[in-house]
């Protein structure tokens, strides 16, 4: 059983930075693909950035690529986004997946069915 904790949240101007933090539990967090997720009002819920088991592998949403920055500390079970020039339309309750997996192939298509989830940490960006 892995759980999954959030923080970093908040509320910030657009242009500026956030920095989401995922704590787990558990002694395998080395062997998980992990993913952050994010559901705006009324929106679909939609996967941001995915890293692989090892770190070495990571993918992002094209509306994000190039501001966020998604890493894994396998040596303190915390994985992180980092959010810089923040807009209006990153509005939204921002929560992590974990899915135990040492592929680096699939793995994205694999935390899109993760087997844990945290209960979500809300941005909100103003204009």
């Known amino acids: 059983q892995v759980q999954l904790v959030e923080s970093g949240g908040g509320s910030v101007q657009a242009g500026g930075s956030l920095r989401l933090s995922c704590a787990a539990s558990?002694?395998?967090?080395?062997?998980?693909?992990m993913g952050w997720f994010r559901r705006a009002p009324g929106q679909e819920r939609e996967l941001v950035a995915a890293?692989?088991?090892?770190?070495?592998?990571?993918y992002y949403a094209d509306s994000v690529r190039g501001r966020f920055t998604i890493s894994k500390d396998n040596t303190k079970n915390t994985m992180y986004l980092q959010m810089n020039r923040l807009k209006p339309e990153d509005t939204a309750v921002y929560s992590c997946?974990?899915?135990?997996?040492?592929?680096?192939?699939?793995?994205?298509?694999?935390?899109?069915?993760?087997?844990?989830w945290g209960q979500g940490t809300q941005v909100t960006v103003s204009s």
């Open positions: 997946a974990a899915h135990q997996t040492l592929s680096s192939n699939d793995y994205v298509r694999r935390i899109k069915t993760a087997d844990y």
């Open positions: 558990g002694r395998t967090f080395s062997s998980y693909a």
């Open positions: 890293i692989s088991w090892s770190g070495g592998s990571t």
